[in-house]
């Protein structure tokens, strides 16, 4: 398999490393500490083409690397606004649903929010309690959703609500919701550990009356669509976290050069060449089984293989993330430990990786159920 990036791939990663380089680099830390993304840079990644439904997957994915190396919380937006609201609106929307939500996410550069989480409700769908019941020409939501990214600031969330409360998971439909309908508010903050810039937040469900237009993929298909987003959301964090590690590899590669002790850089000491060595081995690994099951995503979002390389890719590279950060802030000693340097964000921010959207030990268990087929 051969995973050399094409001429268009290669511009789209150098556009997105220069905005990272310019743009991002330079104010990251001071954002993330006031735990926002000013719109400009949302406007920014959007001028890039990096919102709305990507064309290109693998060049997408290079391009979330390279934002991820300067900070992980914008590509964490960007990956929700695209592989979470618009990719199902896309692949699962009537037209009419296509033409309104698809331009407002993509022309006119309004974020998207996915609300599925609860607090009782995670790793099991079949918990989730937010219901939805039809009344005339409208479905009425009430319910309380947890960990919503950019719930704050999105115009467009897609809500996973049951319809049929006695079939449990099977029993969920989504919805998108324009966020100014009447009954969608917005809780606290969710203050959190590492990716601070991207604000999540509880969303509450009051009597909320959305048009039954507003129905994505049909009654009761709700699981069956989560299914199906998070296949590309796996990648995107796989992506984010390969972006996290080689940001640690190559701060580590520098600052182990640069600081003297014992009269020698602390590069010359086989204890730190040894932790720089098996974080370059296991990015690399990382890198390859992002992009390997963003070839099988580019080439079919239904290719055979991609739910069992994606749990691959998403597992190992969030795994190895955070191993590298973890080595990293060992080789910057207790200025690691600092927030004045950029390694104690990527300690915070690789820990959220083995979490969101599905822990480590599901992706175990999805890759074993794929093995047993
Ligand atoms: C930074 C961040 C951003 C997020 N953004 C969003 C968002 O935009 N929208 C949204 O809807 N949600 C979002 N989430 C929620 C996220 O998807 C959930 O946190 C995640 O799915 C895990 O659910 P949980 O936290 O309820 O943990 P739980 O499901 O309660 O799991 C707790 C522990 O039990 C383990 N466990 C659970 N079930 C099993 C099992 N069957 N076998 C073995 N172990 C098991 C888990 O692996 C974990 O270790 C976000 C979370 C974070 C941290």
Known sequence: MHFALDEHQREVQQQARAFAASTLAPV????????????????????????????????????????????????AVISVHNSLVCYPIARFGDEAQKKLYLSMLTDRKQLGCYAFAEPLAGSDAGAISTTAVADGDHFVLNGHKRFVTSGRQARVAIIYALTDPSKGRDGLSAFIVDTYTPGFSVGETNEMLGLRGSEAVDVILKDCRVPKANLLGGLNNGFAIARTVVEGGRIDIAAQAVGIGEACLEQS?????????????????????????????????????????????????????????????????SEAANRAAYNALQIFGGHGYLTEYPVERYFRDARAMTLYEETSEIERLVIERELAK
């Open 253 to 317: 590669i520098a600052k182990a050069k640069d600081r003297r002790q014992f009269g020698r850089p602390i590069a010359e000491f086989e204890a730190i060449q040894w932790m720089v060595a098996d974080m370059s081995t296991e990015i690399d690994a990382a890198r390859l089984l992002t992009f390997r099951a963003a070839a099988k995503r580019a080439a079919s979002p239904d290719a055979a293989g991609l739910t069992m390389a994606a749990a691959m890719a998403k597992l190992f590279a």
């Open 28 to 75: 990251a830390a001071e954002y993330d500490r006031q735990g926002r993304i000013p719109p400009a840079i949302i406007g920014g990644a959007a001028d890039l083409g990096l919102l709305g439904c990507e064309r290109d997957f693998v060049g997408y994915v290079a391009a979330l690397i390279e934002i991820s190396k300067a900070w992980a919380s914008l590509a």
